[in-house]
């Protein structure tokens, strides 16, 4: 008998925002994105392991770690 199990990551584009990047400086877009990592059993995702939400610069293209609450409040203002 085999038993198939493994991590899925699937990126959720969450919306694009205008700031000042804390990188480079320059006033440009930011793309907030959701990581999701779940445990997968036979192909099927199933206990979800880790939830990541990022901040990416379109212009110089630094990544940055947000909080839930922040990644959620970003697209809407």
């Known amino acids: 008998m085999f038993v198939i199990f493994g991590f899925r990551t699937k ?21 907030i994105t959701r990581r999701s990592t779940k445990f997968t059993l036979f192909f099927v995702p199933l206990i979800p392991v880790r939830t990541r939400y990022t901040q990416q610069c379109t212009y110089c293209a ?16």
Not at 20 to 31: E, F, L, P, S, Y
């Open 11 to 31: 990126v959720d584009r969450l919306g694009v925002v205008s700031r000042v990047c804390r990188n480079c400086g320059n006033h440009a877009a930011q793309v």
């Open 62 to 77: 630094a990544e940055y770690d947000l909080s839930k609450a922040e990644a959620r409040r970003l697209p809407a203002g």
